[in-house]
């Protein structure tokens, strides 16, 4: 296996033979590959993985991912949601296949205040202007701190964090950090924030669960096809004070009297016991086992 930007890439070319299998990841960005391995062998060894742009923008309007769908012996997506925005026409070919991360140490956190995360690059895909308003609606209350990571691809939406911060709410951009350090304040961290408009399947979120961190996150497909429908802890898209109430009910559920053995009934508990159920999806050893499922079905 290789991992190339474009087929046929100089391996190809000079040992024409040799590749049994293309996976194409992402519809459109990988349409002249696609189309270059249908030209030569038709559909044999051919399969697309398609990420949140082509599922919930490009497929719709542009040709070239278009063309992929049709042209792809195998159809891949990243959650269970995913199926119902690929064409009908095209969904007996579609498969599952969830991203894995490995499981990572539950580390003990106070029960003084509650720390919640957002890990993600500011941009407006991952609408951080929700959570910033969230934090205003918070600013005054005890108890609760809100960390956001991520570079400021926008400027003007960096702009708006540093005068988050400013404002007194309990709001601090760390801007772009190592995945190292990402996962390590996920870990420390009582809560995962996701407020996605548009979304694949997060890897951020998958690795929340697998590190015992509740996630609350925006109700969009890709984080249910992730999460599951019957979740707790979704907020409408775009709904700040939704995000800014769950918030709240998490930081008085953990400060007031909660079971050290997660048996309570509260929404912190609650959360932590649907998150440790849906961690099993995302075991390497799953996936593997699905990936080398696909590729014995693209060449057989």
Excluded at 63 to 91: C, G, K
Excluded at 150 to 165: C, F, I, K, M, V
Excluded at 224 to 251: E, H, I, K, N, S
Excluded at 263 to 272: D, I, P, Q, Y
């Amino acid at each position: 296996a290789r991992i190339v930007r474009t087929w046929p890439d100089e391996k190809a070319l000079t040992h024409p033979a040799h590749d049994q299998v293309l996976l194409a990841l992402h519809a459109r960005r990988s349409a002249a590959s696609v189309a270059a391995w249908a030209q030569q062998r038709g559909n044999h060894g051919l399969g697309v993985v398609l990420t949140g742009t082509d599922l919930y923008r490009d497929i719709a309007s542009d040709a070239s991912a278009q063309q992929s769908l049709a042209l792809a012996r195998a159809l891949v997506v990243l959650q269970e949601r995913a199926i119902d925005s690929v064409p009908p026409a095209h969904q007996a070919r579609t498969r599952v296949i969830f991203q894995s991360t490995g499981m990572r140490q539950t580390l003990s956190r106070t029960h003084r205040h509650l720390r919640a995360v957002a890990v993600g690059h500011l941009r407006d895909e991952k609408d951080p202007l929700t959570l910033m308003r969230a934090a205003e609606l918070l600013r005054g209350e005890a108890g609760l701190y809100i960390d956001h990571l991520g570079a400021a691809l926008d400027p003007a939406l960096g702009e708006a964090a540093r005068r988050t911060q400013a404002s007194g709410a309990p709001y601090r951009w760390l801007g772009a950090r190592s995945h190292a350090e990402a996962l390590k304040r996920m870990q420390r961290a009582h809560l995962l924030v996701h407020m996605s408009r548009i979304e694949g399947g997060a890897h951020v979120v998958m690795e929340a669960v697998c590190s015992g961190t509740p996630v609350v996150a925006s109700r969009i497909d890709g984080n249910v096809g992730m999460l599951g429908a019957d979740y707790q802890g979704y907020f409408a898209p775009g709904d700040a004070q939704a995000l800014a109430a769950l918030l709240r009910r998490c930081r008085d559920d953990l400060t007031g009297h909660p079971a050290q053995d997660g048996s309570g009934t509260g929404l912190m508990a609650t959360l932590a016991r649907q998150c440790a159920a849906r961690a099993t999806l995302f075991s390497p050893q799953r996936e593997q086992a699905a990936l080398e499922q696909l590729v014995m079905d693209l060449v057989r």
